[in-house]
């Protein structure tokens, strides 16, 4: 039975000043140091708080925070993403216990991404998104992609990846850790092979409905909204070609040009200027630089 989430808005702010006081809200004490930067002893202490309530939650059986946090990518709008791996669902009105405790604005319970909560800590001035993921599925998705080769239409790696970068924070039975020390094996030539063979299929190579066949059509329907989205799939399988080239695990949807640029051995010529240059071209534009992206990164392959 899918449950509704639960929202939640005070609209109360508190504000930076000198001043260092304790507010009573919703039956909570509430620590909020007012300075321009949350105390990093408050900070601290309270992520750790946080984190602690959550895995003493029954079925709960790894924590770890990942995301921009764990990767040292972070900057001002980053959230801290938590990951909770469980052995069974986790109520929602036990996680908005937590919850209600940091936060005066929060959504339990939401599933629009996946099962989840989101949540505002009013004395870190930080978003949190928490996660979670049968432990079971984890496994399935390693075994999956890393041990059987598996491609997917693009992100193929991108749950590996988060897990390689995890930082562990609670391991009840060392599970976790032991399968991330898992993926410290080199790129496996059979998954490198079928991410590649899987998207170029996908970009130009198939005899129907490529992407780049998908692109034309659209154009040439001026269907504004397919050519937003088809550019969107090309650019997916594009860049899952590039990582496993460089037997690279898939970083995700974010700063993927920077984090190319960085990590590559081997990137396809005029890489950045093409993939800028298809985001913003004029529709009629597209398919010729999607084909010359596809030219280029042939010479690669």
């Not at 601290?44 to 946080?50: H, Y």
């Not at 990518?73 to 909770?84: E, F």
């Not at 599925?137 to 988060?162: M, Q």
């Amino acid at each position: 039975m899918r449950v509704s989430p639960i929202f939640f808005n005070h609209h109360h702010s508190f504000r930076c000043n000198s001043v260092s006081k304790n507010i009573n809200f919703a039956g909570n004490d509430i620590f909020v140091k007012s300075t321009d930067s949350c105390d990093m002893t408050l900070y601290n202490k309270t992520l750790n708080q946080i984190l602690n309530e959550f895995q003493q939650l029954d079925g709960v059986e790894a924590v770890g925070i990942g995301g921009s946090s764990a990767s040292g990518k972070t900057d001002a709008s980053s959230d801290i993403d938590v990951y909770l791996f469980t052995s069974k669902d986790i109520p929602i009105k036990k996680r908005e216990q937590i919850i209600k405790k940091y936060s005066s604005n929060y959504e339990a319970g939401e599933e629009y991404f996946g099962a989840g909560d989101e949540f505002h800590v009013d004395v870190m001035d930080k978003d949190f998104d928490v996660m979670y993921f049968d432990k079971n599925w984890i496994e399935d998705n390693y075994r999956n992609v890393w041990l059987n080769g598996n491609a997917s239409n693009g992100y193929t790696t991108c749950f590996l990846y988060t897990l390689s970068v995890l930082d562990v924070k609670h391991d009840k039975t060392g599970w976790l850790s032991d399968l991330k020390s898992k993926l410290n094996t080199p790129y496996p030539e059979k998954l490198k092979e079928n991410i590649i063979q899987r998207n170029m299929m996908l970009l130009m190579d198939k005899p129907f409905a490529s992407y780049y066949e998908q692109l034309n059509k659209a154009v040439k329907r001026n269907d504004l909204n397919s050519v937003n989205h088809r550019t969107a799939a090309f650019l997916e399988s594009y860049f899952d070609i590039i990582f496993a080239k460089n037997e690279l695990l898939h970083p995700g949807e974010k700063r993927l040009v920077k984090y190319a640029k960085e990590k590559c051995r081997i990137l396809p010529k005029d890489f950045e200027q093409d993939v800028n240059n298809l985001v913003v071209a004029q529709p009629c534009e597209k398919p010729l630089i999607a084909q010359k992206m596809v030219e280029n990164l042939r010479e690669i392959l």
